[in-house]
């Protein structure tokens, strides 16, 4: 058979008929060389029937244009579905003929059956979604819904294998899938042609039953009718009534699931009455009639209409008694409404499992699909629809298949590492290279929806540093940084070790801000950094360690406390006079004010300790001498060499560069008073001093107070006084 076969003609005028019938615009050049190119490529094959395989492909565009109809692209790219598949035209060839939107159809439903064949069904939710995840323009699915319809149509050509892996396949997956789709229609069919290979039994039974059935319900319909039919007419109102045919597998379902016959599940009549009208009030109009004539059943009663389903289903839902007392099932609705139930306009994506961005995008979609359905006839608004056609269904996860055909998910851009860690943590620690589709490929080769892979491992391999870089689950990071932090542990413990040791060695001790101090002097980012980098014997740590020693040495400047600072005070003073007694009288310093050179003072006899030597202004000597008087003996610090005592201050403010020079200056530049010895401890932005000098009396040190005070920064200055004010 040839184009010009007369047969051929035919055909091609019955397509564009139907699609004149039902689609807004047609490009009839486009069909007519699409047509003709189908005819041409597939002229050498046949299909299992025996009849010439372009039959499939054209009676899978006759169900785009009739059953799915959307445009005449989708209805091009049916007539070249099996193009690129089966012939030797590729898409880069489809695309120069046809436009890119035919050619990414077609490679779409080559792809998706690619996937399909060879594997085994496991999860079929996984496959759904897996499916969506290789689908860039929904009309792909709708082509190869149509293609599957077709197939199951013509399923009795095909062995007893094929059938039930096919009808399996349609019943798990296609139909759920053209359920969330909306596609009421087709979502029954394939149910029904499933059932049939799956079930062939059962599936005559009913047959034979429900034909069995069938005068009787219609002579039933018939009587049911009557009496409301003049009625409606009164009201001018334009109707269909249908005795609704459950379809097959729904009927075996609920037999199944209520353990009940047959008859008690059909004997249920279940009648539809559809509206030629814009007016949903006249729904309620009808109902209204229906009421007047049959008793209505309590309860039974659903106004999808004020609330419709949540995939756009509208319908009024009632049960009456009818005729001979037998209750019937009313669905009323209008036209409008009839077309969204069946021919699916939209749909029900609300997965429990699963509320992500994802499920949003779909809704959206499904949106476009039922502004577009209803909206035919606007050709403009149509048009910018199909731009936004475009679907991104979880373009945020990949479906890749292990060797035995298992289905893993993915995020995008997921690599074999990734998928080594998803198979398990120890295929993912030793993995060493990967084979996609039965390539080698480098690890960290992106990976796609529908790729087959195969993890090579080695025992002595270990997951790289580098790995994080391009990995992209959080289960493959997180498994690579620990086990690198386990090897990091131990290069750290190593070079703890080998520190420990060398600090024993130079006798030296550390505590934690110490190390920490030492860590950040010597440019690591911390000690761990710091064991690590000796670990790897990269740090020299005797010199490391030498010169910490001498810095600990000169950080440990011995800290003036007060006794030894009063002691040196007092001897370089050489003591104290006891007036009238010669210097081997027995004295010692009163610990309640710790009188030093310089202080007015005053002693006072007690008993075993000798002359005690206290300041004139202690308060508890003023208790004692009220005591008895008697026993205060007048004292006085001898004059000393150049009349110079040692004085302590204790200064304290904040720490700024040169600090200790300005309050040295301050010092030397009175009098030129000599300082014995100056000490500044700094802590954050604070400094606290002791300073040590030699002062001629009590005035002169007050001078020098007065004179430190001024300096700026500073915020105290005390004498050195007793156990209340020591240096640190
Ligand atoms: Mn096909």
Redesign the pocket.
Known sequence: MTISDPKYKKMLEELIKVCKQNLPSVNEDLITRSFEFSVEAHKNDLRSSGDPYFI??YH?ALIVAEELPLDDITVASALL??VAEDTEFNINLLSKEFGNEVAEIVDG?TKI?GIFRGQEITKAENYRKLLLSMVKDVRVILVKFA?RL??MRTLDFVNPEKQRRIAQETLEIYAPFAHRFGLGRIKWEFEDLSFKYLNRDAYEELVKKVAAKRKERESYIKKFGEPFTEKLNEYNLKYEINGRAKHLYSIYRKMVRRNKPFEEIYDLFAIRIILDTKNTYDCYTTLGIINQIYLPVPDRFKDYISIPKTNNYQSIHTTVVGPDGRLVEIQIRTKTMHEVAERGVAAHWRYKESKSASDKDLENWVNWIRDIFENASRDEARKDLMESFKLNLYQDEIYVFTPKGDLRRLPVNSTPVDFAFEIHSKVGYHCIGAKVNGKIVPLDTMLHSGDQLEIITSKTQHPNKNWVKFVTTHKAKTAIRKWIKKEEDDIVKAGKDIWEKKIKKFKLSFDQSDLDKLAVSLKFDNPRHMFKTIAQGKVNLDEILSTSKEKEKKEKVPVLEFNTFAETARSSAGGVLVEGLDSSVMYSYAKCCNPIPGDPVIGYITIGEGIKIHRKTCNNLLKLSEIDSSKLIPVQWPEAEANLFVAGLTVMGEDSPGILNEISHAIVSYQNTNIKSININTSDSTFEGSVTLYVHNIEHLTKIIDRLKKVRGVYSVERFEGSTSQVN
């Open positions: 499939h492909p899978v579905h099996d439903v059956s293609d077709h197939n």
